[in-house]
């Protein structure tokens, strides 16, 4: 394996930061991290390897094409992962922040590498571009029908990149992995929130009646994936779109009750909420593609990557408490 510099943007992220750690324990790349440490950027992701030797971390905006250029400039193969991702927020809080970093900033990176060539750009997209199933599993051809802001500019930028790549002749890879879960993601998002609601024996909230299903990918899968699409003959991936999934769908009622018996919880700690509005229905990801290009399948259970996050989120309170502190003192303060 030859050595690259690699680029991922939003490093401070869930999927990114557990992406360095791969990284760094599993492959000889130097890493080149750019995060503008919003709300969800959280630089206790990257502790333990924050002063490794193959890794640079910038404190910066995907928004500043000055910067942007600059990064671009020094480095092989770009992951462009920072986005505004949660899909409540995209509702509650208007779509402004989410059309600028997701698909504006899409576009000063793209931009940025026709001046600058590099020898791969991997958007990582999302499969809430697909919206809800009109067939099962969802391969990579199925229509695009965003239902929330948040899907409709990963959809912008899926299609601006791939735009980029038929006009520019770049190499780009467009990934959409599927719902991921694992250590170090915000609580706000359904598993580590229905983890430390149980952990705390507050309500765990189910939206509707719980009956909403997704492929559920465990994060170091999705590390590997990646990692995968780093790997794989250029020519084999340009222009490509690429599912990460596990073939499995797996109902949001029966997580909270798995979390809830997983740590000898009672059952009457569920409780239903309103529906979220935009909900998707149903998400499997087809995985043939994915396997046929790279060779990637993912390796984890439901089961056992549900039981190492629980372990994790019991084994760092610290770390969660301290976000949802934060959080209570903003709403507090606003
Ligand atoms: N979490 C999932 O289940 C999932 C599934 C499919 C795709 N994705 C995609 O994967 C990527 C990572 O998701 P995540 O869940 O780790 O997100 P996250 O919210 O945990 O992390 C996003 C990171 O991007 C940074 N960021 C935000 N705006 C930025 C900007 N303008 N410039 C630079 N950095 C910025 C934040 O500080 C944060 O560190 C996103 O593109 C998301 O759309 C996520």
């Known amino acids: 394996m030859t050595t690259k510099r690699v680029l991922v943007t939003g490093g401070a992220g869930f ?8 990284l760094l324990a599993k492959t000889p790349y130097e890493v080149v991290s750019l995060d503008a440490l919003t709300y969800a950027g959280n630089l206790e992701n990257l502790s333990g390897v924050m002063s490794h030797e193959r890794l640079s971390f910038v404190h910066g905006d995907i928004r500043d094409a000055d910067l942007v250029r600059d990064v671009v400039s020094e480095v092989d193969v770009i992951v462009n992962a920072a986005a505004e991702s949660h899909v409540e927020k995209s509702i509650a809080e208007g779509a402004r922040e989410f059309v600028t970093t997701n698909v504006e900033g899409t576009q000063i990176l793209l931009d940025a590498i026709r001046e600058a060539p ?14 809800t199933a009109e067939r099962a599993p969802m391969d990579e ?38 719902n991921n879960y694992g250590p170090r993601q915000h609580p706000e998002k359904a598993i580590p929130r229905f983890i430390t609601q149980a952990l705390r024996d507050e309500p765990l909230t189910v939206h509707g009646d719980g009956h909403a299903s997704r492929d559920w990918l465990y ?27 596990t073939g499995i769908d797996i109902p949001v009622d029966d997580i909270a009750d798995l979390v809830l018996d ?20 149903r998400h499997v990801g087809s995985t043939e593609k994915m396997e046929r290009l790279t060779g990637w399948r993912a390796g984890t259970s439901f089961e056992a990557g549900v039981a190492r996050t629980i372990s994790w989120y019991r084994d760092n309170e610290a770390w969660w408490r301290e976000i949802l502190q934060s959080e209570t003192q903003h709403v507090s303060s606003s």
Do not use: C, M, W
């Open 118 to 131: 590099v020898e791969r750009f991997i958007l990582i997209s999302s499969s809430e571009v697909y919206g």
């Open 262 to 281: 997983a740590l000898g919880k009672s059952g009457s700690l569920k409780s239903y909420v309103t529906e979220r509005p935009g909900q998707v229905d």
């Open 141 to 178: 051809e199925h229509p695009l029908n965003p239902r929330s802001p948040y899907a409709a500019t990963k959809a912008g930028a899926d299609r601006l990149a791939y735009a980029y790549h038929v006009t520019y002749g770049l190499p780009i890879v467009i990934v959409r992995p599927f």
């Open 15 to 22: 999927i990114s930061s557990n992406f360095i750690h791969h």
């Open 219 to 245: 994060v170091d899968d999705d590390a590997e994936a990646i990692e995968a699409v780093i790997a794989a003959p250029i020519d084999a991936v340009a222009g490509e779109v690429l599912n990460v999934a």
